[in-house]
């Protein structure tokens, strides 16, 4: 017993030391601009009180407000329930989000955001690093300022309804290392320019309507470790450059109307 004691105290002060640090960090709400936007989105959102309650702090008491030194840095609406008057007029109504300057996650992901994401997103939310839009009921095309979003290692869009081509500019977000716009009515080619897209170890673009070659420089995302471009109406042959991604683990390529010869390059992957 007189061995594991201190050894016993020592654990009891790291962990009330670990509390009282996320305490410090979550911290109360320091920016009327902020709490004041923070009630906007729960009206324009038409959230219950008893997930964010008007009297209380929204730093330590309301579900899915993350904050730091007394700002907000993340929030997340997602498995939130609207009021009975917020369901009969659900919308992307999101523009207090622009107040939130380092607001570095938003997770909507199941929550019915009807409308198209608002060009400002990408420039008013440079912080962002996460998006997740899953199954928000998102329509309308993806607007190229997402690539202005230079922190951003996370973006799912998937399972919407939307439309028009794949920005290119999304090749721009060097940081990204999820990219998951699959389950839409994307149309157009995969752009070339997502060979710049070092840091990807998941790119999911299956279950759209995309067409024409598939760019052989994707071939060159060596940390690549999912590839789904199946339900395509992908053509030509599959890149022999493929056969580079070592990290490979899973490659989806079904229902597309490739052509060619298997590439003997793919034996190489043997993950």
């Given at each position: 017993?007189?061995?594991?004691?201190?050894?016993?105290?020592?654990?009891?002060?790291?962990?009330l030391f670990l509390i009282q640090s996320g305490f410090a960090q979550q911290g109360s709400l320091s920016s009327r601009e902020q709490r004041s936007a923070l009630?906007?989105?729960?009206?324009?959102?038409?959230?219950?009180?008893?997930?964010?309650?008007?009297?209380?702090?929204?730093?330590?008491?309301?579900?899915?407000?993350?904050?730091?030194?007394?700002?907000?840095?993340?929030?997340?609406?997602?498995?939130?329930?609207?009021?009975?008057?917020?369901?009969?007029?659900?919308?992307?109504?999101?523009?207090?989000?622009?107040?939130?300057?380092?607001?570095?996650?938003?997770?909507?992901?199941?929550?019915?955001l009807p409308g198209i994401i608002p060009d400002w997103f990408g420039q008013r939310l440079s912080a962002l690093q996460m998006l997740d839009l899953r199954s928000?009921?998102?329509?309308?095309?993806?607007?190229?300022?997402?690539?202005?979003?230079?922190?951003l290692n996370t973006l799912y869009l998937s399972g919407n309804n939307i439309t028009g081509v794949v920005p290119s500019a999304l090749g721009n977000i060097a940081?990204?290392?999820?990219?998951?716009?699959?389950?839409?009515?994307?149309?157009?080619?995969?752009?070339?320019?997502?060979?710049?897209?070092?840091?990807?170890?998941?790119?999911?673009?299956?279950?759209?309507?995309?067409?024409?070659?598939?760019?052989?420089?994707?071939?060159?995302?060596?940390?690549?470790?999912?590839?789904?471009?199946?339900?395509?109406?992908?053509?030509?042959?599959?890149?022999?450059?493929?056969?580079?991604?070592?990290?490979?683990?899973?490659?989806?390529?079904?229902?597309?109307?490739?052509?060619?010869?298997?590439?003997?390059?793919?034996?190489?992957?043997?993950?």
């Open positions: 017993m007189g061995v594991r004691t201190p050894v016993g105290a020592f654990a009891i002060a790291l962990i009630l906007d989105l729960r009206s324009s959102l038409g959230l219950r009180s008893k997930d964010w309650p008007i009297k209380a702090d929204p730093c330590s008491s309301w579900t899915g407000v993350k904050c730091n030194n007394g700002k907000v840095i993340g929030i997340t609406v997602s498995g939130l329930r609207r009021t009975r008057l917020g369901r009969t007029n659900p919308r992307f109504a999101v523009d207090s989000l622009a107040n939130f300057t380092l607001l570095a996650t938003f997770n909507a992901s199941g929550f019915a928000a009921s998102v329509i309308g095309p993806i607007p190229q300022s997402l690539g202005n979003l230079s922190k940081e990204l290392v999820i990219l998951d716009l699959s389950r839409n009515s994307l149309t157009g080619s995969i752009p070339s320019g997502f060979a710049s897209l070092r840091n990807l170890t998941r790119l999911d673009l299956s279950s759209n309507f995309l067409s024409g070659q598939i760019p052989p420089g994707l071939g060159t995302l060596t940390r690549l470790q999912f590839l789904n471009l199946a339900d395509n109406s992908l053509t030509d042959s599959i890149p022999v450059q493929f056969g580079n991604l070592s990290q490979l683990l899973e490659l989806h390529l079904s229902k597309n109307s490739l052509s060619g010869s298997f590439p003997v390059e793919l034996r190489g992957l043997r993950s």
